[in-house]
Each structure stands twice: as structure tokens, then as C-alpha cells.
């Protein structure tokens, strides 16, 4: 007689397949390094040539191509001879839809390294990335650019992926001034200007970030917006009407999260708003992409950690402000509006 348990399909191909997917990212991210999806843009091409022009080794090169293209990222037309599938072409170095800059950073051996000791971490409490890197995320970034401008070009693309989102959700009309604490390199702050024509911004950000702030450039938004470079630990400009600060606390412990809500607060004009936007982790336990950037605070950043409402709350509360409203938007971020309590 066969149990309940002999008859229920077994898990273990699911967990194969999962495990598995750690090939995929580094074939994807190797993909987006040698630039295949812009090489393919214009059709088909023979593997030969391909590794002519990457200068990699044409049979492992097919090797890996065969690989993605099983995962659907390339499609083998004939043999050797591999053209972009619409997945594919998310890997291309342009376009709204682009990802390319997050499969360099994500792949990139110094954070492979990191991800590889989440065992540490899980049973020390303590970021990986400091104690494999001897220096704070931020910090190696500055100093490593080959990993900071894919970094800096993400932030960039993924806030243009999501800027329409927070417009869309909160009417920043009334205000003459904002201020985009931990703006990158300004892809939210063009937005917003040119959303509304009537407001100037301050863009500020590591002196590394905002050395070349290429989309205010892009924008020909750059006479509308002072930048300035600084820590936002040490303080933040002075006298805006809204204070933004996108994804921005999401890398920092709570002292020093309020630490920087609380230098907004003390900055922003009467009446003014300190407006946090990123994941909020649900109450209610629904899945959220939130637990996985949880995850990745918690390995690259000393503190870092994706918030509750509730957690917000408090530490609204503990920089001086009322978190007043709790906007959802059609991107994974949700607005948190403060005013001084
Ligand atoms: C996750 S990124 C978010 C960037 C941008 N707000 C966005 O939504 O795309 C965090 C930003 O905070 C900046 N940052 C980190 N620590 C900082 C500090 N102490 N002072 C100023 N900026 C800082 C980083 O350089 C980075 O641009």
C-alpha cells in the first residue's frame, strides 16, 4: 500500500532547479560584461565572430550561450549561431527596460564574494560586505569603479523604471524646493523638474556620485539644480521645502537613519516634508521582493535592513517627525510622508 507521502510529487527538482540558478546569474552577468545583447542587437550571429569580438574562447563562449539559451536568454537559430530573445535584449547597455548594469553588479566578483558568506552573517548578526572588503560598501565603490558605475548607472536606470510611479503617487506642486538626499546621480531629481517646471532641486550625494551627474546633464536640467557633494551623516543642506530620501535609508542602521531624518527635519522650511521612499515590508506576512533587498542590506551594509511601517514610525518618531501618511505607489517603493511632530 503506497502513503500519502509516496504519492505526493517530490520537491527535490524544484530545489535542483533553485540551487541551480546560481550558474544562470553568473552566465547572465558574464553575458552582460562582454556585452553580447548589444552585439546581437542587429540580428543573428555565428559564435566565431562573437568571440572575435569579445576576444573569449569561441567554444566556451558557445558553451555558455547554449546554457542561456536553454534559459530562454538568447535563442540558438542554427548551429553555433545564437540571436537575442526579448528577455535577451533586456541586457543591452540601453533602453528603459535595461538590467544590464545590475547583472554587472550583482555577478561582479567582489560581490559574489560577499554573497558567498551569508553563513557568517546569519550566525553573526554582521554584515558581510566590511569584513570582506575591510570598508564600507559605499567606500569601496569610490574607489573601485568598475563596480561603482555599474552601481551608480543602476540606481539611475532602475529610478527611471520608477519615477513615473512616485510622481504619479504624490503632487509635489506645492513645493518651491527639494532636496534628494542620497540622489545617485540624479535620475529621480530630472524627473521631478521636469514634472514641474516651477521647482529647483539640490541633488546630493558622495563627492564619487555626483562628480558626473549625467542624467540632470542629459536633462539640460543642470541650471535648476544646485549639486552637492557630502555625507549625510555630517549633515544635510539646508532650507529645502521637501527632503527626499529614496532608498536611502534602507542601507543604514537605525541611529544612523536618524541621524539623517533627523538632519532633514531640522533643515526643511516651515511646513516642510521629509518624504522617505522605498520597500516597506507588509505587516501581514504577504511575500514581498521586499525580504530579498532585506537580505542584501543585511549582507552589504552594517545596519542596513529593509523597514516595517510600524519600524518607520518609530524611527520618524525618534528624529522629531510625524509620519503622517503611508502612500503606496505602482512601483515596489511606498512614500512615507513626515512633518516635524
Ligand atoms: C541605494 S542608493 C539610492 C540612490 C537614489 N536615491 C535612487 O533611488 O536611485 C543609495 C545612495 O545613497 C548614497 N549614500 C550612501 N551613503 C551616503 C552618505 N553618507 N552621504 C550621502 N550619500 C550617501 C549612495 O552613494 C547612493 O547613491
Redesign the pocket.
Known amino acids: 500500500m503506497t502513503s500519502e507521502a509516496d504519492r505526493r510529487p517530490s520537491a527535490a527538482p524544484q530545489m535542483l532547479r533553485m540551487i541551480n540558478t546560481v550558474f544562470i546569474v553568473q552566465a547572465v552577468h558574464v553575458a552582460a560584461a562582454l556585452g553580447l545583447a548589444d552585439h546581437l542587437a542587429d540580428g543573428a550571429r555565428d559564435v566565431d565572430d562573437l568571440a572575435k569580438e569579445t576576444g573569449a574562447d569561441a567554444d566556451t563562449l558557445y558553451r555558455m550561450l547554449r546554457l542561456l539559451g536553454d534559459a530562454g536568454v538568447f535563442q540558438q537559430e542554427a548551429e553555433r549561431r545564437f540571436s537575442l530573445t526579448p528577455l535577451g535584449a533586456t541586457l543591452g547597455s540601453e533602453g528603459p527596460e535595461s538590467v544590464r548594469d545590475w547583472a554587472l553588479f550583482v555577478g561582479a566578483p567582489a560581490m559574489w564574494e560577499v554573497w558567498g558568506r551569508l553563513h557568517d552573517t546569519v550566525m553573526t548578526g554582521e554584515a558581510a560586505f566590511p569584513q570582506v572588503h575591510g570598508m564600507d560598501l559605499?567606500e569601496y565603490l569610490a574607489q573601485h569603479p568598475e563596480t561603482g558605475n555599474p552601481f551608480?548607472r543602476w540606481?539611475?536606470r532602475?529610478?527611471e523604471q520608477h519615477n513615473a510611479a512616485v510622481l504619479a503617487s504624490y503632487d509635489f506642486s506645492p513645493f518651491g524646493t527639494l532636496a534628494?538626499?542620497?540622489?545617485?546621480q540624479g535620475?529621480?531629481m530630472a524627473a521631478m523638474l521636469q514634472a514641474h517646471p516651477s521647482l529647483r532641486g539640490v541633488l546630493?550625494?558622495?563627492p564619487h556620485?555626483v562628480a558626473n551627474p549625467i542624467p540632470l546633464q542629459e536633462a539640460g536640467l543642470s541650471d535648476r539644480c544646485e549639486v552637492v557633494a557630502?555625507?549625510?551623516?555630517n549633515g544635510v543642506p539646508q532650507g529645502a521645502d521637501v527632503y527626499l530620501l529614496?532608498?536611502?535609508l534602507?542601507?543604514t542602521g537605525d541611529a544612523n537613519a536618524v541621524r539623517v531624518l533627523r538632519a532633514c527635519a531640522g533643515a526643511m522650511t516651515e511646513g516642510g516634508r521629509v518624504l522617505v521612499v522605498e520597500m516597506v515590508l507588509p505587516s501581514d506576512r504577504t511575500p514581498s521582493a521586499g525580504t530579498t533587498f532585506d537580505l542584501i542590506m543585511l549582507l552589504n551594509h552594517s545596519g542596513g535592513r529593509v523597514r516595517t511601517e510600524t519600524e518607520f514610525r518609530e524611527l520618524f518618531s525618534a528624529a522629531g517627525l510625524r509620519l503622517v501618511r503611508t502612500i503606496p505607489t505602482s512601483s515596489p517603493n511606498i512614500i512615507l510622508e513626515g512633518i516635524r511632530a
Open positions: 559605499w551608480d540606481m539611475s532602475q529610478s534628494d538626499i542620497g540622489g545617485g535620475s529621480t546630493f550625494d558622495l556620485v557630502g555625507d549625510m551623516l529614496k532608498r536611502a534602507m542601507d
